[in-house]
């Protein structure tokens, strides 16, 4: 069986660093400096414990840490700048300088990016594809960093009401689209820019999936690398059963799989160790397909 190839990627990153993309996916682990991740049974408030669980991400072969301070799970109330920047300061302040692997904050507001970024987060991770806060783009293009734009519709409490489709990768295609040309024209290198179809974000089950199955059709259209976040989402609940988020890393397997061998570039998870020997078997079987 053949399958899908994966185009490299050199994405320079904030600081002079590199990011090379394409022989092998790479795990970015999901820290979430929050009371009310839905990932999470346990959430890493504290800065001393969320530090610690960066360093065992390395050390479980993450080759990048991300980290957010707002919730953004369907439902969830935003978080004011001053909050954000108070919870993941601390952090990334300390994480920058114990680990070599890059550091992504996951925000979507331009004035916790620069923050973050000055304080050595190396990559913007904007769940809203740069439509909720314009100014963000100028923001990582000033401080030149690498940016992720994920799709979604809508605001995390409506989300859902906007996932309708009639040419799924199609539309994802061009609104993502639309996303990369508001960041070059923001100054942004297009070189910089890496793409996130938004896997259970304005979608039901059957798009995410259909995305997942789908992947090297959006790689083709955008030409930009891709970015996967299946951890734990609530699209897998029905093929796994009513589980919570926690008890979904079973189910996550299979999507970080499926998206391995379609070609994704990052895989973005919570249980690092567990979906490390995930990709490493799956990028086997790619290889020896």
């Not at 022989?23 to 408030?45: K, Q, W, Y």
Request: charged share 20%; net charge negative; proline share 6%.
């Amino acid at each position: 069986m053949a399958f899908p190839a994966r185009q490299a990627y050199r994405i320079p990153l904030s600081g002079g660093g590199i990011l090379d993309l394409g022989s092998r996916c790479l795990v970015m682990g999901i820290l979430n400096v929050t009371p009310d991740s839905f990932g999470e049974a346990t959430p890493e408030l504290n800065p001393d414990a969320a530090v610690a669980a960066a360093e065992r991400m390395a050390e479980d072969g993450a080759d990048l840490v991300d980290i957010g301070g707002e919730s953004t799970r369907p439902g969830a109330d935003p978080v004011s700048v001053e909050d954000e920047l108070a919870r993941i300061l601390p952090v990334i302040t300390r994480v920058a300088g114990l680990l070599r692997i890059p550091i992504s904050v996951d925000t979507y507001k331009a004035d916790v990016a620069r923050a973050a970024i000055e304080a050595g987060a190396a990559i913007v991770n904007d769940i809203s594809g740069l439509r909720y806060d314009h100014r963000l783009a100028g923001a990582a293009a000033d401080c030149g960093a690498a940016i992720v734009l994920m799709h979604t519709r809508g605001r995390p409490k409506t989300m859902y009401a906007e996932a309708a489709y009639h040419n799924l990768i199609g539309e994802i295609a061009a609104e993502l689209g639309d996303s990369i040309r508001s960041a070059t024209e923001a100054g942004v290198p297009v070189d910089r820019i890496m793409v996130d179809p938004g896997i259970g974000f304005a979608k039901q089950a059957a798009h995410s999936y259909g995305v997942l199955a789908r992947l090297p059709e959006l790689a083709a259209a955008l030409d930009r690398p891709v970015v996967v976040g299946p951890s734990r989402k609530s699209f897998m609940r029905e093929a796994a059963g009513n589980r919570s988020p926690a008890e979904r890393d079973w189910a996550t397997a299979g999507a970080v799989a499926a998206a391995v061998l379609n070609g994704a570039h990052v895989v973005r998870v919570h249980a690092v160790a567990e979906m490390v020997q995930v990709v490493r078997v799956a990028e086997e079987i790619r290889k020896n397909g």
